[in-house]
């Protein structure tokens, strides 16, 4: 069973950047169709974006398009999420998952957005 570490979140001033990381283990990663997700308080969880296995591909949900890139490193076994223009809307826990049949979801990583 791959385990997932996201890391990286931490208050966030609107306007500014963050870069969310997502470790995992095993070799398997680097075959798989990733995605970030996130669950803003009282809501359900929700994906934000996917990148194919060779990074040749990369979707986004319409409200980040144009502020995060999704992007991975194979050899390190890292997924990453740039965070740019944040906003108050962006605040949430984010987590990082196989696009389809899940692995195990690790403890996410808080992102606030607030001045």
């Known amino acids: 069973q791959v385990q997932l570490v996201e890391s990286g979140g931490g208050l966030g001033q609107p306007g500014g950047s963050l870069r969310l990381s997502c470790a995992a283990s095993?070799?398997?990663?680097?075959?798989?169709?990733m995605a970030w997700y996130r669950q803003a308080p009282g809501k359900e969880r929700e994906l934000v974006a996917t990148?194919?296995?060779?990074?040749?591909?990369?979707t986004y949900i319409d409200s980040v398009k144009g502020r995060f890139t999704i992007s991975r490193d194979n050899a390190k076994n890292t997924l990453y999420l740039q965070m740019n223009s944040l906003n108050p809307e962006d605040t949430a826990v984010y987590y990082c998952n196989k696009r389809w049949t899940k692995w195990t979801w690790g403890q996410g990583t808080q992102v606030t957005v607030s001045s």
């Open positions: 990148i194919t296995s060779e990074s040749s591909q990369t």
């Open positions: 095993g070799s398997i990663f680097s075959i798989s169709l």
